[in-house]
Structure formats: structure tokens, C-alpha cells
């Protein structure tokens, strides 16, 4: 029988959407204009961008004043919007006042915005609900649809969830009796936590920045840069700044675009003389470190530019990153949704998705890892925080690291032949497939030692502990019976499209920390640590890959491909 979660879940939002027009009389319900994106798929030609368009600026010269990375953030008076105290109300406020035009603006401006950015969730808490039952989680995701709830993060024992205090007694009342007294407090003060990812301090600048990358400390540049989350302006300036002290192994790229017209850019860091020297027949392997698919996902962001500052700084000292950067191309992508991204610096810290408009005027952005074409299972509730949008790749940003992604392998210079996706949070190293918790990837052997080689790398480095499995059962819906086959699972996942469509045979999902206390609020303090634990993965995925030829490894297994 197939699961009832996702009719039910469509059903009520549609019921509860044709509810509000007279309700928000002022606003339109439906807009009358299509997205600015058609989907297509990845290799096939683009359409044109969207008239609006923001750009990076990469020509402009580093000066002193670049290090001076931060201001103290200054109070600033902002009006609070209404309080929700209804599931109505609270969709209204959270979508119509916060409705602003993206710009570029540079560290100080974005930092003034953070009061605005926190003020949205001023009443809420998070709570975690133990549930280890399919059927009572059924229960609760559908009264977490009803009253448009944020939820955090699902496992097959416990449930997280955001919600405003006074919807607390909307939600009991929905669930069964048993799941009524199974919660606790996971961040009771939602507030102080959101204020301790934000930049508190002025740090203090290098007094030479015209180091020499070959004989240089990058000690104050880490400390100075990871003591605190960035902007995106700074994130920019900062590739740029690893480019001109590292040129002979660095290039920033362009991925693609977002849906304003951003870039969305990654540093390159690989042996110029070999990738001059690739051919069709010995392409430059390559591995993919990809970030901040999740514009609130932070960490991610900031683990992805630690990485790339490791691999920069420790080519000419450390003997082991020097082989894996001679042998591999590595591409780290620090931000993939810079549109969200900028928006949780300016109007809503905890937002999820991009910014695209979909066909609710007020409802707007998709889920990038909901949105690759691979089993996609899409339509929805264009609210949900997990919208997966009209068609396979209606997310520009989506396609554009999918289109990037074909046409380096295609171009004979390039093969992909490893994928990390960093999120948060949980802890966990997961592999595909996210779609279906029944169909195994014909290397999973594979797949599952190396999972296991990662996880011991982070122990090592750090005693954290990663969990590993696939990621459909890490997600808690596992299928129960023959024919949920198809309902169950994640679908759209980045992973998933990059192995079976990209052919590309190591492709995970990590989950960084941490396991719950702090959530997708990970303090700036913990943005080292985190760091230094990924960089153990990326060793210990170069080096696995160092002692194996995966070039041929779908011809060998004759896999069909999904």
C-alpha cells in the first residue's frame, strides 16, 4: 500500500492555501507571471538569465583594508513584524514581511541587516520529538503540513522541529496521544543562539599582506578569517585573495548562476602543468567540495573555504596535500544557493532554499537538493521549506553545477570521480541513495568502506562521531511493504544525480555537526574544529582514490542506469 504522506500532506496545504485570499484580502494568491527559469536538462541549451542581475565584482585589487574583515555588529532599531499566533498568521508573516529586493551590499551593510534577520524568529523554539514508529511519524509530518512547521531534521528516532510558542498547543492537539508528552526542549532561547553565529568582534588584521604563499604561516589569515561566519561579499574577496598568493594551483571559476544573476564561483585547486596536459584519453580526475546548498546551513559554507584554504597553504609544506593536489583537481564550491545565502545575512537567518519565485506570489524558493533530475518526485506545496519546484532543474542553480558537471566530463579535460556534498546537521556520512531506500548502488560494497575509512578519519582527528548508511535510511522512511517502493526516499538529491547520472562512483553526503543542541546553529567557535575534521575526509578520500583506477568502474558492473 502506498504511503499516505505525501496525497495527505498536498491535500491539506492546497485546502489551507485557498483559505487565505480572504484572509489576506490585500495580497494575490497566485501570480500571473511563469518563473524566469524553463527547465532542461544538464548539457542542453540554457535560457536566457533573469533580467535582474547581480554580480561579484573580481576586478577590483585587494587593498589592507580587505583583512579588516568585519565591523562589530551595532544595534539597530528595526520594526518587529506581528507576532504569530495561528498557522494563517504565521505564514503570512513569515513570507509577506519579509519580502525584500536582493542587492550586493558589502560586510558592514549586511552585518546592520542581522537584526532583521534575527527578528523573525523572535518567539520561536525548537523542540525534538522521540518518534520511532513509520506510522506516528506520518502523524506528525502531516500536522507539521497543516501548520506550515519548519522542520529540522527527521531520523528514524526523533523528530526536530521550529515552530512559534503559541502554535505549541495548535500541534499537540494534532498529534496521537502518545506523542503528546515526547518532546523536549532542544533551543529553548532560539534568539541567543542565532546571535552567537553572527560576527562579535573586530579582529585584527595582518601587517603584511604581501606574504610570500612559499614561505608564509597561514596561521593569521585562519585565524582571522574562520574565527567568525562570513558574508558573502567576503567570501568572494577571500577566494580572490587564495588566488593571487597561490597562482600557480588556483583559478576561481564560475559554476553558474542564481536566480538573481549572482555567480556562483569555486576555487580550483590543481597542478596548471598536468591539467595543460590532459587529454581525452587521460582526463584530469577531479573531485567535487560542494557547500551551502542550504542558504542557513552555515558551516557548510565555512567548512568548504577551510578546506580550500588547507589544500592552498599546505601545498609546498605538506607532502601529502601536494600529491593529492598534483594528481586531483579540486573544486570547492563554497556557496552553491548565494542567493540564500545572502538573504539569511539580511532578512531571515534560518531560510532554506533559493529565491525564485514559484506560482504563490508570497511563497517563494525552491529546495536545490530536492531539484536535480534524478527520480524526481516534485509538485508540492511551493511554501514547504523542502519544495522541490515545477520540473527536474528548475532551480538555475541546480542546473547550472549539473550542466557543469556534464560538460567537463564531457570536454575530455575532466572526470569527475568523487562528489562531497557538506550539510548539516547530524553527524553522518551518507551515500546513495537518498530516493529510494531499496534500490543499492552496485559498488555500495565500496561505497560502505570508504563511509566507514571517513567516518574513522573524523574520530581520529577530533573523538566526534559520524554515523554511516544510506541516506534514504538515515532519513526515517523506510519502506515498509513492496509497494512504497516508489513514495519513500528523499528525491532530487545531489548525491544521487551525481552517481548515477554523472557517473561519478564515490558521491556522499556529509552531515556536519553537530548531533542536535545547537542545530543549524553551529557557533562561530566550532567553525575550526569542524574544519580540521573534513580535512581528514578529503586525505582519506584522496588517498583511497590514489590507489584505485575508478575509471572503468560502470562498464565492469554493466550497471543500468537509473
Not at 57 to 86: I, Y
Not at 188 to 197: E, Y
Not at 305 to 327: N, P, Q, S, W
Not at 445 to 462: D, F, V, Y
Amino acid at each position: 500500500m502506498k504511503s499516505a504522506r505525501r496525497p495527505t500532506r498536498a491535500a491539506v496545504s492546497l485546502l489551507t492555501l485557498l483559505a487565505l485570499p480572504s484572509l489576506i484580502a490585500a495580497v494575490p494568491l497566485f501570480t500571473s507571471s511563469k518563473p524566469a527559469h524553463d527547465a532542461h536538462a544538464p548539457g542542453q541549451h540554457a535560457v536566457a538569465a533573469p533580467t535582474t542581475f547581480l554580480d561579484d565584482d573580481l576586478t577590483t585589487d585587494l587593498t589592507d583594508s580587505d583583512f579588516h574583515l568585519f565591523s562589530k555588529v551595532h544595534p539597530q532599531s528595526h520594526p518587529t513584524p506581528p507576532q504569530a499566533d495561528g498557522p494563517i498568521r504565521r505564514l503570512a508573516s513569515r513570507f509577506l514581511g519579509s519580502q525584500r529586493v536582493l542587492r550586493s551590499l558589502n560586510p558592514d551593510s549586511q552585518l546592520s541587516m542581522s537584526q532583521n534577520a534575527l527578528s523573525q524568529h523572535s518567539n520561536d523554539i525548537v523542540l525534538r520529538f522521540t518518534i520511532d514508529k513509520a506510522e506516528d511519524r506520518e502523524k506528525f509530518m502531516e500536522a507539521a503540513s497543516i501548520l506550515f512547521l519548519d522542520v529540522w531534521s527527521i531520523t528514524p528516532t526523533h523528530i526536530d522541529v521550529l515552530l512559534p510558542q503559541p502554535s505549541l498547543t495548535f500541534l499537540l492537539d494534532l498529534l496521537p496521544p502518545s506523542l503528546r508528552t515526547a518532546h523536549t526542549a532542544l533551543i529553548p532561547d532560539l534568539r541567543q543562539a542565532m546571535l552567537s553565529t553572527y560576527p562579535q568582534f573586530t579582529p585584527t588584521p595582518p601587517t603584511n599582506t604581501n606574504m610570500d604563499p612559499e614561505h608564509s604561516s597561514s596561521g593569521d589569515t585562519e585565524n582571522v578569517f574562520f574565527s567568525d561566519y562570513q558574508p558573502l561579499s567576503t567570501i568572494t574577496k577571500y577566494l580572490k585573495l587564495l588566488q593571487s598568493l597561490h597562482p600557480t594551483i588556483t583559478d576561481i571559476i564560475t559554476i553558474g548562476r542564481a536566480h538573481s544573476g549572482r555567480r556562483i564561483l569555486a576555487l580550483r585547486v590543481g597542478n596548471k602543468l598536468r591539467q595543460r596536459q590532459a587529454s581525452g584519453r587521460h582526463p584530469r580526475k577531479t573531485i567535487v567540495i560542494n557547500g551551502g546548498s542550504h542558504a542557513r546551513e552555515w558551516i557548510s559554507t565555512s567548512t568548504v573555504l577551510y578546506l580550500a584554504h588547507t589544500f592552498t597553504t599546505g601545498y609546498v609544506k605538506d607532502k601529502e596535500i601536494r600529491e593529492l593536489v598534483d594528481e586531483f583537481d579540486w573544486v570547492f564550491i563554497p556557496s552553491l544557493n548565494t542567493d540564500g545565502y545572502v538573504y539569511t545575512w539580511e532578512s531571515d537567518r534560518l531560510w532554506r532554499k533559493n529565491r525564485m519565485e514559484t506560482g504563490i506570489g508570497f511563497c517563494q524558493g525552491v529546495d536545490l537538493d530536492r531539484a536535480f533530475g534524478v527520480e524526481w518526485r516534485g509538485g508540492g506545496n511551493p511554501c514547504a521549506d523542502n519544495y522541490q519546484g515545477e520540473a527536474p532543474f528548475s532551480a538555475p542553480e541546480a542546473r547550472g553545477l549539473a550542466d557543469w558537471a556534464v560538460k567537463l566530463n564531457k570536454s575530455g579535460k575532466g572526470k569527475i570521480v568523487g562528489f562531497l556534498d557538506f550539510h548539516s546537521y547530524s553527524q553522518q556520512v551518507l551515500y546513495p541513495y537518498s530516493h529510494s531506500c531499496k534500490k543499492r548502488p552496485l559498488n555500495r560494497e565500496n561505497l560502505e568502506e570508504l563511509a566507514h575509512l571517513l567516518a574513522k578519519s573524523i574520530r581520529s582527528a577530533s573523538a566526534e562521531t559520524y554515523t554511516i548508511g544510506s541516506a534514504c535510511d538515515a532519513s526515517g522512511f523506510s519502506a515498509s511493504s513492496p509497494e512504497d517502493d516508489h513514495d519513500n526516499g528523499l528525491s532530487g538529491s545531489a548525491i544521487d544525480w551525481f552517481h548515477a547520472k554523472a557517473n561519478v562512483p564515490y558521491s556522499y553526503q556529509i552531515k556536519l555537526r553537530d548531533t542536535g543542541s545547537y542545530g543549524f546553529l553551529l557557533p562561530r567557535e566550532m567553525i575550526v574544529p569542524t574544519g580540521r575534521e573534513m580535512v581528514g575526509v578529503v586525505r582519506t578520500l584522496g588517498g583511497w582514490l590514489l590507489e584505485r583506477d575508478e575509471g572503468g568502474w560502470r562498464d565492469e558492473l554493466k550497471r543500468k542506469d537509473l
